[in-house]
């Protein structure tokens, strides 16, 4: 079974950018479709960007199209998620989630979780 660690969290300030990091090991990658998630403080975990094995399809949740992008580097097992004009109320934990399915746009999607990222996006 493959294994996730996500990098790149951090504080920035509203409107700005961060990209973060998914690499996997122990698992074959491509295998794997892949999605991010993220768990504001008191709120339930909520979808934000999947993407297919070979990164042919994308689906994002409403509040982040046409601000995030997510992609993938199967050379590299390593999935990202692109954030712009970020938001105050964005500020979460990031979880990086592998799954079998086409798409991972739910929890019952995950096969496996990432340990999570923090971004802090302040005002």
């Known amino acids: 079974q493959v294994q996730l660690v996500e990098s790149g969290g951090g504080l920035v300030q509203a409107g700005g950018s961060v990209r973060l990091s998914c690499a996997a090991s122990?698992?074959?990658?491509?295998?794997?479709?892949m999605g991010w998630f993220r768990q504001a403080p008191g709120k339930e975990r909520e979808f934000v960007a999947a993407?297919?094995?070979?990164?042919?399809?994308?689906n994002y949740a409403d509040s982040v199209k046409g601000r995030f992008t997510i992609s993938r580097d199967n050379a590299k097992n390593t999935a990202y998620l692109q954030m712009n004009s970020l938001k105050p109320e964005e500020t979460a934990v990031y979880y990086c989630?592998?799954?079998?399915?086409?798409?991972?746009?739910?929890?019952?999607?995950?096969?496996?979780w990432g340990q999570g990222t923090l971004v802090t996006v302040s005002l």
């Open positions: 993407i297919s094995r070979l990164g042919s399809r994308r």
């Open positions: 122990g698992g074959t990658f491509s295998t794997y479709a």
């Open positions: 989630a592998a799954g079998p399915a086409t798409l991972v746009v739910t929890s019952q999607d995950v096969e496996v």
